[in-house]
């Protein structure tokens, strides 16, 4: 499904539906040709974890999920007509919300649901610094990079994402310095 475009000064918006309420890219144009992106967030429950094959919404597995959130921005970049690759991109912030965990209860197993809060913790830390060495390993890191892991109204999620990065058309070098 084609996205419709709304633009407006510098910004351009990418978005679906007939009453939309959020967009899923936005473009700002720069002064110098680059454009800064933001990418809306994704909030994963039921149906990504069907199509990232896991067993049920109880096992949050973000060795699988941080890539696929990666390959469905890039997806949408493609299909807006920004860009080719996500590795086109420089990210600057990254946020992250890991969602408490499914289960076991807090209530009726304390030291299970801390220990599983520990392990996600850990899983969705090890999981993005996995993924910026393995796809983007030329690239700089975000300067602010937020984890936490909370609650939020879905509740069959296990995370939520969102991102702003740059897409540097006046020739960004990737030297180190």
């Known amino acids: 499904m084609a996205f419709d475009i709304k633009r407006r000064g510098k910004l351009t918006y990418y978005y679906r539906a007939n009453r939309?309420?959020?967009?899923?890219?936005?473009?700002?144009?720069?002064?110098?040709?680059d454009l800064k992106v933001y990418l809306a967030g994704l909030t994963g429950g039921e149906s990504?974890?069907?199509?990232?094959?896991?067993?049920?919404?109880?096992?949050?597995?973000p060795d699988k999920e941080i890539p696929r959130v990666f390959q469905t921005w890039?997806?949408?970049?493609?299909?807006?007509?920004?860009?080719?690759?996500i590795a086109e991109l420089d990210?600057?912030?990254?946020?992250?919300?890991?969602?408490?965990?499914?289960?076991p209860s807090p209530v009726a197993d304390p030291?299970?649901?801390?220990?599983?809060?520990?392990?996600?913790?850990?899983?969705?830390?090890?999981?993005?610094?996995?993924?910026?060495?393995?796809?983007?390993?030329?690239?700089?890191l975000p300067a602010r990079f937020t984890v936490h892991v909370i609650d939020v109204p879905d509740k069959?999620?296990?995370y939520e994402f969102y991102t702003t990065a740059l897409l540097q058309r006046s020739g960004g070098t990737g030297k180190k310095i």
């Open 20 to 33: 939309p309420v959020f967009s899923f890219v936005v473009t700002e144009a720069q002064p110098d040709g």
């Open 156 to 158: 069959a999620a296990s």
């Open 74 to 85: 890039e997806s949408w970049l493609k299909e807006a007509g920004v860009c080719d690759s």
């Open 111 to 140: 030291a299970g649901y801390a220990a599983e809060l520990e392990r996600l913790r850990a899983a969705y830390a090890r999981a993005y610094a996995a993924y910026f060495r393995d796809h983007l390993p030329e690239h700089g």
């Open 91 to 103: 990210f600057i912030e990254m946020h992250a919300f890991g969602c408490q965990p499914k289960a």
């Open 48 to 61: 990504a974890t069907r199509n990232l094959g896991l067993s049920d919404t109880a096992t949050m597995d």
